[in-house]
């Protein structure tokens, strides 16, 4: 079965960094454009990154543009997010998720458990 697994979270004071890891199996992840999205407390999912492949072409959302990095391996079946210069606000949870285009629209079929990442003085 598809699996995704997020690790790499913890706590940060503000201006730190992180590398986020998302460890895929159960699907051919190379074939795959995916995308980390993340989720504060109290409020909805945001879309933050996405790579696809084989292309390797990257978006990010404004909030995080210039200061997140994503990245991934196929050979390792490894997707990365390195968050530099955190803020407060970037304080989430964060999921790795495969990204899909169908019908018009992207879709975030698969989700991973989620790796926590608090930005806190």
């Known amino acids: 079965e598809v699996q995704l697994v997020e690790s790499g979270g913890g706590l940060v004071r503000p201006g730190g960094s992180l590398r986020l890891s998302c460890t895929a199996s159960?699907?051919?992840?190379?074939?795959?454009?995916m995308s980390w999205i993340r989720q504060a407390s109290g409020k909805g999912p945001e879309w933050i990154s996405s790579i696809h492949t084989p292309g390797f072409n990257t978006y990010y959302a404004d909030s995080v543009k210039g200061r997140f990095t994503i990245s991934r391996d196929n050979a390792k079946n490894t997707m990365y997010l390195q968050l530099n210069s955190l803020k407060p606000e970037d304080t989430a949870v964060y999921y790795c998720?495969?990204?899909?285009?169908?019908?018009?629209?992207?879709?975030?079929?698969?989700w991973g458990q989620g790796t926590p990442v608090t930005v806190s003085s």
């Open positions: 998720a495969t990204r899909d285009w169908t019908g018009g629209s992207y879709y975030h079929t698969y």
């Open positions: 159960g699907f051919a992840f190379g074939s795959n454009g």
